[in-house]
């Protein structure tokens, strides 16, 4: 009996040692916890400082000069048929040339595709251009072939001949391809593609990755795309190649996110001026009555735009609807666009704003990326916008280009 006490005694005895122990090493590992804690607060903010002095060294540098500059212009002169730049276009290019990443952001119409086209010919290989819609890179295809510049596009539509040959040029050394168009999908979802591209960059023949709607990449965006959200590989994949991402809607926050996104962190950010001297604003004063709001839009489409186009923006299906009928009523010729119409019925508003048959599309925002009409007259907000950035976007997709 006395034998067993003892036993359980010194049982105790252990179990208090070993207790004892575990608090000390619990004492320690909060110690070393809370120092984890501050090395990764130090580590944080070194980086952060890092990005930013690299960023104020790629700001502050000069980017109009270097030594391609004679080729630079005689490419600008005799492929592009162009006397000289715009703003931040030189600028874009030669950061591009230098193997920089950046980020590109200038209003609609501003001349963003030159800043990759023309290094794309500079550049020995295949510049790779990634493009959210089918009939933007159409666009930019049939414009590329007129100026004779060897381009190509894959989209899911391309023919299994068009894939085979165009896969065959990217892997030629001696093949005459400079730029080719694919949507953000297809790098995603082909890994025969992709497999394709690295097969590119291993013959060192894969020059520059430039990504047009590049805030498609945030969702903190509009126009936020699940498939842009692939693109965050590629700099991994491709460290040596560099990447240009070109919009015309950021804001501070879109772009910090997408630089994130992207894996480009503290990387060149060139921002054009958004003043567009040649916009008249006018701001009314909104009446509170359906029938006098739609009085007031009759007399300006049939009075001081009578024979112009334009676009009248709702923040709300509903509204959008509402208004077309209203408009429909009183004699206007006038379509509807939002995300609830089927895609065959969109284009098809689409097209009779295009050749005029209608005079005004009454939309959501839904009715923006690719929209390109050179005669565009007016843009109507029958309800505010829900930030500064959609009002811009809005407007700029629709101006009329006067200065060209
Ligand atoms: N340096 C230049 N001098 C004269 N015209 C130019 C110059 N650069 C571009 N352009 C012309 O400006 C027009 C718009 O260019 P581009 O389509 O590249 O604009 P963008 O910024 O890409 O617009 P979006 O945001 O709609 O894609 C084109 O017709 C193009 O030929």
Known sequence: MEKEQESCRAAEEELAVAEYELSEVEAQLLHLN???????????????????????????????????SNKVKEVLNSVFKLNGFRPLQLETINATMSNEDV??????????????????????????????????????????????????????????EEVKSIQDAMLNKNGKLKLLYVTPEKLAKSKNFMTKVQKMYGLGRLSLIAIDEVHCCSQWGHDFRPDYKFLGILKGMFPDVSILGLTATSTSKITIDVQKMLCIQGCLVLKASFNRPNLYYEVRTKSS????????????????????????????????????????????????????????????????????????????????????????????HHSLSKSMENFYQVILNDEPDVHD
């Open 34 to 68: 809370d120092r984890k804690q501050l090395l990764l607060e130090r580590i944080g903010r070194q980086k952060d400082a890092i990005l930013l002095k690299k960023n104020h060294l790629l700001t502050s540098r000069d980017w109009s000069n270097f030594p391609w």
């Open 103 to 160: 980020i590109l952001i200038m209003p609609t119409g501003g001349g963003k595709s030159l800043c990759y086209q023309l290094p794309a010919l500079l550049k020995s290989g295949v510049t790779l251009v990634v493009s959210p819609l089918v009939s933007l890179m159409e666009d930019q295809l049939m414009a590329l072939k007129a100026l004779e510049v060897p381009a190509a596009m894959l989209s899911a539509t391309s023919t299994k």
């Open 289 to 380: 009555s359906q029938e006098e709001c739609l009085q007031e839009l009759e007399e300006l489409l049939k009075t001081r735009y009578r024979g112009q186009s334009g676009i009248i923006y709702t923040t709300s299906i509903k509204d959008c609807e509402q208004l077309m009928h209203g408009l429909r009523n009183r004699k206007l010729r006038v379509g509807c666009y939002h995300a609830n119409l089927d895609a065959t019925l969109r284009s098809k508003v689409h097209t009779k704003w295009l050749s005029g048959e209608y005079q005004a599309v009454v939309a959501t925002i839904a009715f923006g990326l690719g929209i390109d009409k050179p005669d565009v007259r007016f843009v109507i």
